[in-house]
């Protein structure tokens, strides 16, 4: 009995082994590291691919690092243009990333991984300062203020030295 339980461990420890040496994985995590969603103490830089397809994330995910299932929808939502989206896992995806865009507070799981979960990571800063968290991302907007309103608002903003935005932005934060 022993040696039978020891033999399915070994076996296990094999197929998970050259799982974890398989390049669909290895560019995953490159990826996900590289962008700063994930961390490892494995050299995995050398695999890093600028565009990753989601099948492979998904692979990656289900067979070897739940991890990358965690951080997926985030990272799809966020750096669109570096993923290649099949059809086929269009469908799996297209709920998360969906409940994730909306900003709310419940979702539907994905890979039995709670919204609450996989959504922490919208906020998360990554190492490309030029994606900016949710909470970081300006609105357009557009208001029609008076000439006088004008003339006030360009005036507090020269003193202060800032944008007319930025000036708005600092009297609206500072009367909450």
Known sequence: MKKNILKEIKKAASVDARKRKDLRYLATLAFLVKNGFLKTNQDVLK???PRISVSDAIWAGENVEPRILEVLPAAILR???RFIIETDVLELIHGAVAALQEAGTTGIDFFNIPFKKYSQWM????TDRRTKTISQKK???SFRLSPAAIKSLQKLSAQLDLSSTETLEKILMNKN
């Open 79 to 81: 750096l669109k243009r």
């Open 47 to 49: 695999f890093y691919r």
């Open 139 to 141: 609105v357009m907007k």
């Open 123 to 126: 906020n998360l800063p990554l």
